[in-house]
């Protein structure tokens, strides 16, 4: 491989500085100042966040970005352009005109004179009704449910695109480049085609530059942050960022930058592997990188060698994102204490909406009633348990204060010893998530150039993927899913423990590491074996049927099951647990991050021999 000037390079040391929109403020002058870096990375974009710079350019025209980034960046800017550190981040959000505009000026002000590009190209609202007219249903990705009966128009529409709008841009000699909704690794694989000169078709290499951007893309989740064995972080100080050192085949090395906090081990990397990747084939739209080709290895102190990916052609579809206003929501959470919980918790309910006029006024109730109390505790927060009470409804007037003083009423005319967690609140407004596939020629991505020329970019060389889901099923290793309520094929066949072997109950996390997450409305968990001698045993007892009776919340919900043996993991896509997506969802978890330690506390028959292993990290 050969970089800008022709000659061959060294790995490119890529640096991440935000895992999200409101992520640590210190974290880019910790990047900057902490080493040696050629490029600060910053991922600010989430479905969520899509819907709050929406509301945010409602009420200023002139937002829709990541405002943040800009007190991120002037403590360092002078610095990284004095040292060629390229600046590259999603912080455009709905607006990477704005934001460019925004960093021109405040560079302006510091007497700098930065090289500011910024992508197009990805926002598709204003083009639904064309696409619509051609035919496109824009079917929910889960529901299969058209656009046209979803009772309403979404408010934003973005398209995933790739790297190769970054790759152009510092190219052309962009010092920094401002991009809307670009997929997470794009940030690291945009960079790395740029430093070694890749082609479109260098598939391997993108698809290592991929999983190595999924590493780092969340920040400090792969130095430590959000790590099940807590007994393997010696330094609990604030988890350093992480960097990845991308080479010219598209293997890296990921580490932090020395004398900072937290780890850098195969189990750090392993968690943030499975975080939110549902199937193993994680398409791109410039490369499907095969996650259950990358070897994972030690390569010293912090350092964790990714090697081995396989790439294929990206699928012949984009994802799209769109967000609709939902309606408005109101919560109020009731403490019940002692006995009788259950009986306090039926008559509150009905005495509530008795003083409300009736549940059915509302377009959804949800309570959920919270057990923390144990018999004869030993202090009075031991005792309670939580009433948590949402209604939904699209007119505000519903589920404001005429729901929440509601509650106050129970005070003196309700079960012994009410009291809330909160005052009365006000309603909030609410988004659903609708997740969609366009073709990919549909999406026309440009790069606005430091002089202001506009470059389209082409789309890349796609696969025969898009028929479903972003990839297909093509591609080396692509694993069977289960279908639901069903054993694969290697369920059935292997790793069975044998009838005689003794166990023990214990806690599946005595032996596993879990790591889960969001994707829409779906719960992501991935669960890995600590130590390679129980992969067989987890791959054959943790079948879907299973997982349901652990998780009771998944019962009845449809369930795909992946298996990645080269991580010695499984990865399960919980489909319809959060509902229409985090903004709309009820659950008190509602982007499902405590779900895999949920798993991982409950208690299974686990064979003896594995108990007994030393547990290193």
Request: proline share 8%.
């Amino acid at each position: 491989m050969t970089g800008p000037a022709g000659a061959p390079r060294r790995p490119v040391r890529i640096a991440n500085s935000s895992g999200f929109y409101g992520d640590r403020g210190a974290a880019a002058r910790e990047m900057v100042e902490g080493g040696p870096i050629d490029v600060l990375t910053g991922d600010y974009l989430a479905e969520l966040t899509m819907l709050i710079l929406w509301k945010a350019r409602e009420k200023d025209p002139s937002a829709g970005y990541a405002r943040t980034v800009l007190g991120q960046l002037e403590p360092v800017l002078g610095t990284c352009l004095d040292r060629g550190i390229k600046i590259v981040n999603n912080a455009g959000g709905l607006n990477p005109a704005g934001l460019a505009a925004e960093l021109q000026a405040l560079a302006g002000r510091l007497g700098l004179h930065p090289k500011i590009a910024y992508l197009t190209g990805d926002d598709l609202l204003p083009r639904l009704g064309e696409l619509l007219a051609s035919g496109e249903t824009l079917a929910h990705l889960d529901s299969g449910q058209p656009l046209a009966a979803a009772g309403g128009k979404p408010v934003t529409a973005n398209a995933y695109l790739g790297g190769w709008g970054i790759t152009a841009a510092l190219a052309a000699g962009a010092d920094i480049v401002i991009c809307p909704r670009v997929t997470d690794a794009s940030l690291v694989s945009g960079p790395a085609a740029w430093w070694h000169g890749w082609a479109r078709d260098d598939f391997d290499a993108l698809a290592g530059a991929i999983v190595a951007g999924h590493v780092i893309e969340c920040g400090p989740q792969a130095t430590g942050g959000n790590y099940s064995f807590l007994d393997e972080i010696r330094d609990r100080r604030y988890p350093g960022f992480p960097i990845a050192e991308v080479a010219g085949d598209g293997s890296s090395v990921i580490t932090k930058h020395p004398g900072t906090g937290g780890l850098v081990s195969p189990g750090t990397v392993t968690a943030q592997l499975l975080y939110e990747i549902a199937e193993p084939a994680y398409a791109n739209p410039d490369a499907i990188a095969h996650f259950d080709t990358v070897t994972v290895g030690r390569d010293g102190p912090d350092r964790v060698a990714l090697s081995g990916t396989k790439g294929s052609p990206p699928p012949a579809t984009a994802k799209v994102a769109m967000n609709f206003a939902g309606g408005y929501r109101n919560t109020m959470t009731l403490v019940l204490t002692g006995l009788d919980i259950e009986a306090k918790a039926a008559w509150a309910q009905d005495e509530l909406f008795a003083v409300l006029g009736g549940r059915d006024q509302f377009a959804e109730v949800d309570a959920r009633l919270l057990r923390f109390d144990a018999p004869d505790a030993p202090t009075n927060e031991q005792a309670t348990a939580h009433l948590r009470i949402t209604v939904k409804d699209p007119d505000p007037r519903k589920v404001g204060r005429r729901f929440s003083n509601a509650t106050m009423e129970l005070a003196l005319g309700g079960y012994a010893g009410f009291h809330t967690t909160t005052p009365p609140t006000p309603e909030s407004e609410y988004g659903v998530y609708w997740p969609a596939l366009v073709p990919a020629t549909a999406v026309a991505p440009v790069v606005v150039l430091p002089d202001g020329t506009a470059l389209a970019i082409e789309p890349a060389p796609a696969g025969r993927g898009g028929a479903g889901r972003p990839g297909g099923r093509e591609g080396p290793g692509a694993p069977e899913a289960a279908a639901d309520g069903q054993p694969t094929a290697a369920e059935r066949a292997g790793g069975r423990a044998e009838p005689a072997e003794e166990t023990v109950a214990a806690p599946l996390g005595r032996v596993c590491g879990a790591r889960s997450g969001d994707k829409g409305g779906n719960a992501n968990v991935g669960i890995w074996a600590r130590d390679p001698a129980a992969y067989p045993w987890l791959r054959a007892y943790l079948t879907t049927d299973r997982l349901r009776a652990l998780l009771p919340e998944a019962a009845g919900l449809p369930v795909r099951r992946f298996e990645l043996p080269n991580l010695g993991a499984l990865n399960f896509v919980i489909a319809g647990l959060l509902g229409e997506g985090v903004a709309a969802s009820t659950r008190p978890d509602p982007q499902a991050k405590g779900l895999g330690e949920y798993l991982r506390s409950r208690s299974v028959a686990i064979p003896a021999a594995l108990l007994r292993r030393d547990h290193g990290g």
